[in-house]
């Protein structure tokens, strides 16, 4: 049990203490412990053997001893006990947005309410509108996210899928029973959502791979459904292929499970116009076998530029690679700084000072700070002494952690008549800012592009923040012509949020290749709330790299005079 999977815990028994409608002390506390604990930025076996963890503000000594019960055993009997005393389902409740702890609370209480179909059917029944602090409004809201997750039902957000596949490569790879071994499908493509899991493997003891797999806490169920694929289903209700490739196929089932079928396709067409055979066990010239033993291979025999799995999605990429044109792809390490964060000063759970710490520990060189504005008042927005304390603040740690470099910058709301909602005067303060939609998302097409493109035309407007506004598997992107709104950033040299936050992925991924085709920037931003939200950069390169952009693209590749220069250009 590590740091971060106690902080998860933790903030669950504040969730489950709320929807009981117990004292609402006793959920702070475990939330405030969950905070204090994660921004410690300490191993968590190293607080619990020092006996540094009931030291913590914030973290009693009752606290402690449950801590200590969870990191050394795994398990935290309280925890087992409250999870107990409420329906299984509930829980996933809170998945629907505007939906909080106490809102399910009051629900289950008043109308019996255990699950999302029992949620449908009160909502259908007119009941939840009856309740206090609900409304008709409020009714039609839940029923049209139900209505979002009953489309996407059986998907998975990728970061999910790829811890789930993480442990099992863990367990297999510690057992020696495999020589090569990844995973495929559309997780290996980073996908933003995966329906299912594939994984490869080349062992010579197939039985004994299934039986170490069986020992997998993780797998609820695994049958061998033939010699090449077992079928399995895991923990969160992941449905998992495991297939088996032969000595000197590894390369060409992996290029066949890695797809798309569009991909795959094409491929197998550029083969035949050559003469030649293509499938999952070999690549083939009248009749004799072409010797491969990576994907690379394989594309170097029929005579293309090797394609990343990421680009492997419509088939007109193996025109391009055929051409040579598959671009050099943006990577993790290209990336210097960090934009776009949430601190204390608003509805972040980290000071500022410990954002700065964590992105140095991380390897970058700055990181600029963009707490929300003060129409999110939500959220905590700013006011304008509240900016003034903050730059000072930033001036302050500037010169203690000297040559790195944090930036002022805010999220602007973007208001219905496509303004922002501080003065020139104000604006004039920041390095830069994000200018995001946060409210009426119900706008017709036509306005909510005349909104955003209003917005951009500020000229202290850098960045527009995640421009559709969707949360994946949770709520449809606003109405809003995209295309123009892109048009309008490369004229008006506004740079393209893509958001790493794997519940948004956004920009999309099929309008980066466009959007860098008429002279568009990027900035990858992970919209961070707390210190694992900085992480999520990685989800946003993914993005990144399926929408072709280079590091040329990217503005946070740049070094932060090259950044300044880049965005002093607005």
């Known amino acids: 049990m590590d740091r971060h999977e106690a902080v998860s815990l933790l ?40 006996g540094e963890l009931g030291k913590l503000k914030g973290i009693g000594k009752s606290l402690a001893r449950k801590i200590t019960e969870l990191y050394r055993t795994g398990q935290m009997e309280y925890y087992n006990e409250l999870k107990a005393s409420l329906p299984e389902e509930l829980l996933e409740m809170l998945r629907i947005p505007g939906l909080g702890p106490r809102k399910v609370g009051t629900i289950h209480r008043a109308l019996g309410v255990t699950s999302i179909a029992d949620l449908k059917k009160a909502c259908l029944e007119n009941a939840v509108a009856n309740l206090p602090g609900f409304g008709e409004k409020t009714q039609a809201r839940i029923l049209e996210a139900i209505k979002v997750m009953e489309k996407y039902a059986g998907q998975h957000l990728f970061p999910d899928a790829m811890r789930a596949v ?47 797999l069986a020992n997998n806490p993780l797998l609820e169920k695994l049958e061998a459904e033939s010699r090449e694929e077992a079928k399995a289903v ?79 999605e419509t088939g007109r990429e193996v025109d391009a690679a055929r051409r040579g044109e598959i671009p050099r792809l943006i990577k993790a390490g290209d990336i210097k700084g960090v934009l776009h964060v949430h601190t204390s000063f608003s509805d972040g759970t980290a000071s500022m000072e410990d954002m700065v710490r964590y992105c140095i520990q991380k390897g970058y060189t700055y990181l600029g700070i963009s707490d929300h ?42 208001l219905p008549d496509g303004s922002v909602d501080y003065p020139e005067e104000v604006l004039e303060w920041f390095d830069f800012t994000v200018a ?77 290749k466009m959007a860098r ?29 399926k929408g072709w952009l280079t590091a040329e693209d990217v503005v946070n590749t740049c070094s932060v005079d090259g950044l300044m220069a880049r965005m002093r250009r607005r």
């Open 517 to 545: 085709e008429l002279g568009c920037s990027f900035a990858v931003c992970p919209d961070a709330h707390d210190l694992p939200g900085i992480d999520d950069m990685a989800y946003g390169i993914n993005v990144a790299r």
């Open 436 to 512: 995001s939609i946060h409210s009426s998302f119900r706008m017709e097409e036509d306005r909510m592009t005349r909104r955003v493109i209003d917005a951009m035309k500020n000229r202290y407007v850098t960045i527009l923040g995640h421009p559709t506004g969707r949360l994946l598997l949770r709520r449809e992107a606003y109405r809003i012509n995209l295309e123009e709104v892109i048009k309008a950033a490369a004229r008006e040299g506004v740079i393209l949020e893509i958001n790493c936050n794997p519940y948004r992925l956004d920009l999309d991924w099929r309008y980066c």
């Open 166 to 212: 993480e442990r099992i490569k863990e367990d297999l790879e510690a057992s020696g029973l495999v020589s090569r071994l990844s995973e495929a499908g559309s997780l290996r493509r980073r996908r933003e959502t995966v329906s299912d899991i594939d994984i490869l493997v080349l062992c010579r003891d197939r039985q004994a791979v299934l039986e170490c």
């Open 11 to 50: 903030n669950e028994i504040g969730m489950l203490l709320e929807i009981k409608g117990e004292n609402p002390f006793m959920a702070k506390a475990y939330y405030d412990a969950a905070r204090v604990l994660e921004s410690s930025g300490q191993d968590l076996g190293e607080l619990v053997e020092s």
């Open 373 to 414: 504005s003060q129409t999110a008042y939500y959220a905590g927005g700013l006011l304008i002494d509240d900016i003034k304390r903050q730059h000072e603040e930033i001036d302050r740690l500037n010169e203690k952690y000297k040559p790195f470099r944090i930036l002022k910058g805010i999220e602007l709301d973007i």
């Open 234 to 312: 895991l923990a969160g209700g992941f449905k998992a292929s495991i297939h088996f490739a032969e000595e000197g196929e590894y390369p060409y089932a992996l290029l066949y499970l890695t797809g798309s079928q569009e991909h795959y396709g094409a491929l197998c067409a550029e083969a035949a116009r050559q003469g030649k055979l293509l499938d999952r066990h070999g690549l083939y010239k009248n009749s004799e076998a072409v010797a491969c033993y990576s994907e690379e291979d394989i594309y170097r025999a029929l005579g293309m530029a090797y394609v990343p799995p990421e680009l492997r």
